[in-house]
């Protein structure tokens, strides 16, 4: 399938999962998947053998939660280990009104996905270099994001350690029923303040894990099963949404 068809293909599963975006919007995910396999020859950004399948493996599945989900009106996001820009850049283009923040802890790769946000014309995402653990010590203030994001960085556990400091204590859970009645075309307004992970297969011990390790969290799993998912390669992916009890 050569790129044109991918992404009116890529479109149209949007448009039929209730996430509708515009030719500008899908012209500048094109441009960003051009970019993210040219800077792949000189850097390894995502594994080589799915550079065929960046719009299906990558782009698609992260965009996928917001088929499910609605982050509020200028969410303030940080994602983590963003590597070549995933999640964070598809959903920069999804969303442009949220403000986003681009953390890895490699240059090589911050220096990448700085030239492909200039490029873009991405004015509200801002990269950095850095581990999580450090952002505080480097000048970012404690407690300044609405919602983590990470995509196949860590292990629960983890993530949840890094992301509960980074989390604002105050926000707009009022109304809040959980993410159990998500459905494609039918999103729930994400409570704030939260992680979500994108993760695949078994994840029950990862939760345990995470669960007695930060005994305060309550951890959320969605499924992505939408329609065209099953004939995609997107098999066993989920999202877990995590929030702080109070």
């Known amino acids: 399938m050569n790129t044109a068809r991918e992404y009116l293909e890529i479109q149209r599963i949007c448009r039929q999962n209730g996430l509708s975006i515009g030719s500008d919007q899908i012209n500048q995910m094109a441009s960003y998947v051009e970019m993210l396999v040219d800077w792949n020859k000189k850097i390894n ?3 080589r053998r799915d550079e065929g399948n960046i719009w299906y493996s ?6 996928s939660p917001w088929f499910f989900l609605e982050p509020p009106h200028q969410a303030k996001m940080i994602d983590l280990g963003t590597g070549g820009g ?10 442009p009104d949220v403000h986003l923040v681009l953390l890895d802890s490699i240059r090589k790769k911050t220096a990448a996905v700085e030239d492909m946000v200039k490029r873009l014309g991405l004015r509200d995402v801002q990269v950095m270099t850095g581990r ?6 480097k000048g970012r203030p404690s407690r300044s994001f609405d919602i983590v994001l990470a ?4 292990p629960l556990v983890d993530l949840v350690q890094w992301s509960l400091p980074l989390l604002q204590r105050e926000g707009g859970r009022a109304g809040y029923a959980g993410i159990a009645a998500a459905r494609p075309g039918n999103r729930i307004l994400l409570g704030m303040p939260c992680l979500v992970a994108l993760k695949g297969g078994d ?6 894990r995470a669960r007695q390790r ?3 969290s309550t951890v959320e799993t969605l499924d992505l099963v939408f329609e065209g998912s099953e004939s995609l390669g997107l098999v ?3 999202v877990l949404v995590v929030t702080e009890r109070r």
Request: net charge neutral.
């Open 45 to 47: 950004l995502v594994s």
């Open 58 to 63: 990558h782009v698609l599945h992260s965009i």
């Open 86 to 95: 995933l999640p964070g850049i598809p959903l920069a283009i999804v969303r």
């Open 132 to 137: 999580a653990e450090d952002l505080v010590k």
């Open 151 to 154: 995509r196949a960085v860590a």
């Open 203 to 208: 994840l029950d011990t990862e939760i345990l």
């Open 214 to 216: 930060v005994p305060a």
């Open 236 to 238: 066993d992916k989920k």
